[in-house]
């Protein structure tokens, strides 16, 4: 589209008035082309980009699979060198799960679960 612009410019140079603004009379005749070029598209019933990205396959990538099946072995290991009390918070907390405990009391028991399960990553896979 961009391409049938600059050509519709140069086909249209000896049309230009000196004494007007070139960028004004440039960019009017590429606002007429995308124009054009959208009616067209639009009378033929072509797809616009927005919904090809829309019906595109959303499912993982393989590598993307196998990515998470390494990280949840490895948070199965860290989280079998926890405490079996921390790792139940950790396990009922990504679950949604809520246990019969005062709401302050679990939060803190998740805080500290996170903060060894942290320890315990930076410790195995040395990152920061």
Do not use: N
């Not at 008035?17 to 070139?22: E, I, L, Q, S």
């Not at 993982?60 to 948070?75: D, N």
């Not at 790792?87 to 009391?105: H, I, S, W």
């Amino acid at each position: 589209m961009a391409h049938e612009a600059i050509l519709r410019v140069f086909s249209r140079a000896s049309e230009f008035d000196v004494k007007r603004d070139a960028l004004s009379w440039t960019l009017g005749i590429a606002a007429w082309q995308v124009r054009t070029h959208r009616k067209r598209a639009q009378r033929r019933r072509e797809d616009d980009v927005d919904s090809i990205l829309e019906r595109e396959d959303r499912s993982p990538s393989p590598e993307a699979t196998a990515m998470a099946g390494e990280v949840s072995v490895l948070l199965d290991r860290a989280l079998a060198e926890m405490s079996p009390s921390e790792a139940a918070t950790l396990v009922a907390y990504a679950r949604g799960d809520r246990p019969d405990l005062p709401g302050p009391t679990f939060r803190k028991r998740v805080q500290r679960a996170l903060a060894r399960l942290r320890a315990l990553w930076r410790i195995d896979h040395d990152s920061v």
